[in-house]
T-cell receptor
Framework: KNEVEQSPQNLTAQEGEFITINCSYSVGISALHWLQQHPGGGIVSLFMLSSGKKKHGRLIATINIQEKHSSLHITASHPRDSAVYICAVRGNAGGTSYGKLTFGQGTILTVHP | DGGITQSPKYLFRKEGQNVTLSCEQNLNHDAMYWYRQDPGQGLRLIYYSQIVNDFQKGDIAEGYSVSREKKESFPLTVTSAQKNPTAFYLC????????????????FGPGTRLTVL
C-alpha cells in the first residue's frame, strides 16, 4: 500500500460543478502540500497546510491530522481547472530533520464546458 | 524573471547512451532536487543537494549521477546502467533544504521528457 493515496484517480465534471479530491496518508507528517500539474508538465504549489483549512479563490484545502486525511475542493469548476492535482506529505521521521516529500499518484481532473 | 529552467523539453536517446539533463535556477536557492515521474505513480526522489558541492541519494538513485559545482546548476546524468530511463524528469529547488519543521516550499521546473529508443 502506498504511503499516500489519492482518490479518485480520474475525475470528469461539467463546468460549474463542485469538485472534491481526497488524499489519505499512513505516515506521520509535518505538513501536507497540494500541487497542480498543467498539461505541459509544469507543477505549481497550491497549498501547504499542517492543520485546519486554507482558501485561495475557488480552491479550498482541509486537513484532519487525527484521521490522516486531506481534501481539495474546487467550487464553480471551470475548464481551465483541468489538470493533475497532486497531494504530497512532508515526513517527520525521527533521526533526521530533512522533511522529504512523498507524493500521491495524482488525480486527473477534466472539466467540460 | 526568477525561475527554474530545464532543457531540453523533449530528449531522445539510443539505448546504452548516457544523457545529461540540465537544470538551472536563478532564485538563489541553496537546495535542489531531481524527481522522476512515471504514469500512474507519484514523483520519486532521485537525488537532492542541500548546498554547493554536496548531494545525497534519494529513493531511486541507481543508474543516475549528479554534480553541484555551482549554486545555480544541478545537472542529472542518466547512465546506461539505468534499466528503465524513459520517464518525465522534474527538477525543483527551495531556499533551504525542506525540514520537518519550517514553512519553505519547493519550486518546480517545467520538466524534461526523456525517451530512450
Amino acid at each position: 500500500k502506498n504511503e499516500v493515496e489519492q482518490s479518485p484517480q480520474n475525475l470528469t465534471a461539467q463546468e460549474g460543478e463542485f469538485i472534491t479530491i481526497n488524499c489519505s496518508y499512513s505516515v506521520g507528517i509535518s505538513a501536507l502540500h497540494w500541487l497542480q500539474q498543467h498539461p505541459g508538465g509544469g507543477i505549481v504549489s497550491l497549498f501547504m497546510l499542517s492543520s485546519g483549512k486554507k482558501k485561495h479563490g475557488r480552491l479550498i484545502a482541509t486537513i484532519n491530522i487525527q484521521e490522516k486525511h486531506s481534501s481539495l475542493h474546487i467550487t464553480a469548476s471551470h475548464p481551465r481547472d483541468s489538470a493533475v492535482y497532486i497531494c504530497a506529505v512532508r515526513g517527520n521521521a525521527g533521526g533526521t530533520s530533512y522533511g522529504k516529500l512523498t507524493f500521491g499518484q495524482g488525480t486527473i481532473l477534466t472539466v467540460h464546458p | 524573471d526568477g525561475g527554474i529552467t530545464q532543457s531540453p523539453k523533449y530528449l531522445f536517446r539510443k539505448e546504452g547512451q548516457n544523457v545529461t539533463l540540465s537544470c538551472e535556477q536563478n532564485l538563489n536557492h541553496d537546495a535542489m532536487y531531481w524527481y522522476r515521474q512515471d504514469p500512474g505513480q507519484g514523483l520519486r526522489l532521485i537525488y537532492y543537494s542541500q548546498i554547493v558541492n554536496d548531494f545525497q541519494k534519494g529513493d531511486i538513485a541507481e543508474g543516475y549521477s549528479v554534480s553541484r559545482e555551482k549554486k545555480e546548476s544541478f545537472p542529472l546524468t542518466v547512465t546506461s546502467a539505468q534499466k528503465n530511463p524513459t520517464a518525465f524528469y522534474l527538477c525543483a529547488s527551495s531556499i533551504g533544504l525542506l525540514r520537518t519543521s519550517g514553512n519553505n516550499e519547493q519550486f518546480f521546473g517545467p520538466g524534461t521528457r526523456l525517451t530512450v529508443l
